[in-house]
């Protein structure tokens, strides 16, 4: 359920004295776009469930785990019938231990796990996930210290899979090791800097390589380009600040690292495919939002 909504924001009421929330969901209610700071987890129990994120639609079956991370723009539909686990997550509880928001680039904006598609730690995740709904309902002492024990346990199990499934470098068993050591670090590093002047000749510096061979295996590792990344990560930013009316669209681009205003309108465009004021007027009036479900 949804019960504090502010244009497209939701501010997700945590349970008393926490920072998570968990709920055993049966409504039959669909939800509209909406977006939150907390990861959220979604398992059907019983019958379907059906996640959208612009004009793609996930169908969950029975058991299928989707994890959906903060920020993301998505909306939910119900079947008739049905049960299911969703578990709101503070990220900012664990965002300050290495190497965690690189798993978000790995995930992002969106990571579905099944028997099939995960095999080797989909079970693992599985049983995690009935372990955190057991110590939720219990709700005794340290219950959330647990939880969030085994959230980091379901996360550096995503974060190893995902990199190593996708890591592509060129190089023998060691030097895979080293590179994927060095790419979650100075993807960290971007993460946490991505509102200054990056140059790619700085970060290739600063990751210890030739411009040329970084830009190499940055593709490699995050099956994208060094500025592709870089601007989504200022466009997330830019979001945050564009959700508050009184910050004009001008000073949300200068405060997110673009030092013009047609760059800016152009690259948001190109990763969010709408305009910033497009988007803030979403985010005031929802009813002019096109719903999927």
Sequence with gaps: MIEHLDGIHETVTYKENSSLRLFVNTDCEDYPIHWHT??????PLEGTYTVFLGDKH????????IFICPGVLHSLAAPESGKRIILQIEWSVVSKIRDLNSILSLISPILTLTPQTAPDIYSDIYHLICQILSEYEKDSFLSEAVIYARM???LSLIGRYQAFASCRFDAGPQ?????????????NYIDEHCTEDLSL??????AGFSKYHFTRLFKQFTNTTYYKYLNRKKIDHAMLLLSDPDIPVTEAALQSGFSSLST??????????????????????????????
Excluded: W
Excluded at 58 to 65: A, N, R, S, T, V
């Design 264 to 293: 800016f309108l152009r690259v948001f465009r190109s990763v969010k495919q709408c305009t910033p004021t497009e988007f803030r007027d979403m985010y005031i009036h929802p009813e002019k939002l096109q719903k999927n479900p």
């Design 152 to 154: 980091l346990d379901i």
């Design 58 to 65: 996930i169908l969950l079956q029975e058991g299928d785990i």
């Design 175 to 187: 030097k895979q090791k080293e590179y994927l050591d060095r790419f979650l670090s100075i993807c």
């Design 38 to 43: 907390p990861m959220e987890i979604i398992m």
């Design 201 to 206: 000749d700085h970060v290739a510096k600063t």
